[in-house]
């Protein structure tokens, strides 16, 4: 029994010691001492006062935490996001985001926080600060999973991604669009099918981006397949005459380009859609219907193909240098010929119409026709017209030193030629 009694006091001595280093007024008030005299107790007593100020430096006071009044947290939370807004138009972007960092830190969880991340995204997208952009709209997706907007966000991420380069991540959150318009209210049917549709275009475009052609032109023959607007298909449909030309399928792409300029012949597409005929005549070897298509293209000059006259002129250049250059090097100088004197007839700015003319002059060489080289060459130094007001550009200065250069050699050439005759004759 001793030795069961004298074990219970330690026990209790060893808890009131550790509740006395915890709690120290709670050992000095209530707690009795193990084994305490009444010496102990008396001068217990006369140092009591002494010690009454350190004990109360071992109080701790706990108070209950205040209660945030949510509507009163979501009026602050539009306050600081309003206050940003401003600060960020007039230019001050640095405290705007303070105010817009105070919004968020707000300790409550509120509806109003969603608003603050949308328009922070909104703000770092416009002003091309694309990392912030997508850091604060991947939040916005994470803390607001069940966002009525959370398709328009993915598809933002995507065009985000796209733009840094991560054309990977670009896709997934395409399929992120498609897989949030899944569940849908009611109310959304019609802007959840123009999202799905545009993720999916994105995804078809993305890949060719990544010089994934087979798999760009896979995803464009679903989208064929489905019921699309007029414009919507037209975009297709251009898609997929772009990617047959890249994968090589000059046959096929013959019948899908003529197909499109039948379907669609004002489009805006249609300089570029013939430029790729007739290289893809050109391709398949197919030299009358290459050239036939490029004369063809160089005399619209008052076709309504398109409004946008300038990309116009670029294709139709293009599509005859290009085609011409190609005829020249294979020593086809009457196909060459032929092409370039259309080029020289579309448009009468020495920009354009020289660098025709002067190729002109050299096929007439190739001929053997050094009288027809002769005149084209002098169109260009004693223009007919005479000569331009404006200063000429470095590169048609060099045209002309070009042309002079070989009117001396052919005039020289002439005159050789000709002492010879006389000579033979004597």
């Known amino acids: 029994m001793k030795i069961l009694d004298t074990l219970n006091l330690r026990l209790i001595c060893g808890l009131l010691i550790g509740l006395a280093l915890a709690f120290p007024s709670f050992a000095a008030e209530d707690a009795p001492a193990a084994d305490t005299t009444v010496e102990d107790a ?8 002494g010690e009454d100020e350190e004990k109360e430096d071992y109080i701790l006071v706990i108070e209950p935490a205040k209660k945030i009044d949510r509507e009163e947290a979501g009026v602050q939370i539009l306050k600081y996001l309003e206050l940003g807004r401003s600060l960020w138009e007039g230019g001050d972007t640095v405290m705007a985001e303070k105010y817009f ?16 991340l949308y328009e922070m995204g909104t703000l770092y997208k416009e002003a091309a600060l694309y990392p912030k952009a997508a850091a604060v709209y991947e ?74 052609y087979e798999e760009s032109y896979r995803h464009y023959e679903l989208l064929a397949k489905l019921d699309l ?11 997929m005459c772009n990617l047959l030309y890249e994968l090589g399928r000059y046959q096929t792409a013959v019948s899908k380009l003529k197909l499109f300029l039948d379907n669609y012949a004002l489009s805006a597409h249609s300089p570029e859609i013939r430029y790729l005929l007739a290289r893809s005549y050109e391709k398949l070897n197919r030299k009358p219907d290459a050239l036939r298509e490029v004369v063809q293209i160089l005399q ?26 190609e005829f020249y090097q294979k020593a086809d100088y009457r196909s060459a010929l032929t092409i370039y004197q259309s080029l020289a007839k579309y448009n009468a700015s020495p920009e354009w119409r020289w660098p025709a003319i002067h ?51 052919l005039n020289w050439e002439d005159d050789l030629i000709a002492r010879l005759n006389v000579l033979g004759a004597q």
């Open 42 to 49: 008396e001068s217990a007593e006369g140092e009591g006062e």
């Open 139 to 212: 939040r916005l997706v994470q803390e607001f999973g069940q966002s009525r907007q959370l398709a328009s966000i993915y598809m933002e991420l995507g065009h985000i991604y796209r733009k840094m380069g991560g054309l990977k991540v670009a896709i997934n959150n395409y399929y992120m669009v498609i897989n949030s318009t899944l569940n849908i209210s009611v109310d959304q049917v019609e802007k959840a099918r123009r999202l799905s549709l545009e993720a999916k275009l994105e995804i078809a475009e993305t890949h060719a981006e990544l010089l994934e």
């Open 359 to 409: 190729q002109i002059g050299l096929c007439f060489e190739r001929l053997g026709l050094p009288e027809k080289a002769i005149l084209a060459y002098q169109e260009i130094v004693d223009p007919e017209d005479g000569p331009t007001e404006e200063p000429l550009t470095p590169g048609l200065e060099t045209l002309r030193e070009m042309a002079k250069w070989r009117l001396e050699h």
């Open 101 to 116: 960092a105070a919004a968020l830190g707000v300790p409550i969880d509120a509806d109003e926080k969603e608003q603050v």
């Open 300 to 325: 619209r000059q008052s076709s309504p193909d398109t409004a946008l006259e300038g990309a116009s002129d670029y294709w139709k250049q293009r599509t005859g240098n290009e085609l011409a250059n």
């Open 229 to 239: 607007k007029p414009v919507e298909r037209m975009r297709v449909d251009y898609r």
